[in-house]
């Protein structure tokens, strides 16, 4: 399947022209990545935002080696990550590890911007998606932070 194909079927680009899925056909490539590859790292230049095409990724916050990752969000194929560059960051906020072989689109995150700000509605409904992604992914942070508070006895006051 090419990268047209790939683009035209997804949710993310459905108010996009014709014209325009083409368009970002021409700066997008399937990436492949080995299982443990790191995809970005925190702080990185974002030059890319990805859409899951098959393996597994996870996304975790920076840590140092001897201390705890805390996982941001396990993405699904056909999602979209790495998207702080859509929304005027020059860094990445995460970190993107294959926990599988993984194959990724990279759509080149500068070009994939100006093309939003020519086309008003196009840019305001894949900026919806990009928030609603935002969103589900810090419900479901917020869901796992009290689940392990629940777990933390608490002991009434003598």
């Known amino acids: ?14 108010h996009l022209s014709v ?3 083409d368009k970002i056909s021409t700066f997008a490539e399937r990436k492949r990545y080995g299982k443990g590859e790191i995809l970005f790292r925190h702080g990185e230049k974002a030059s890319y935002v990805f859409v899951l095409l098959s393996g597994s990724v996870l996304l975790h916050l920076p840590a140092k080696p ?7 969000a ?5 999602e979209l990550f790495g998207l702080s560059p859509l929304l005027g960051s020059e860094t990445y906020t995460a970190e993107a590890d294959c926990t599988e072989d993984t194959e990724v689109l990279a759509i080149d995150a500068q070009k994939f911007r100006s093309l939003l700000h020519g086309d008003c509605l196009a ?3 894949v ?3 990009v928030a609603q992604a935002y969103f589900n ?6 869901g796992r932070l009290q689940g392990v508070v629940s ?3 608490m002991h009434a006051a003598a």
């Not at 396990?74 to 056909?78: D, L, P």
């Not at 992914?137 to 917020?142: A, E, F, P, S, V």
Request: a negative charge.
């Open 74 to 78: 396990k993405i699904e194929q056909g």
């Open 127 to 129: 900026m919806s998606e």
């Open 137 to 142: 992914r810090y419900i479901q942070l917020l």
């Open 66 to 72: 001897e201390e705890f990752q805390i996982a941001i």
């Open 151 to 153: 777990e933390i006895p």
């Open 19 to 21: 014209e325009e899925v």
């Open 123 to 125: 840019g305001f409904c």
């Open 1 to 14: 399947m090419n990268v047209a194909t790939v683009l035209k079927g997804h949710e993310l680009l459905k």
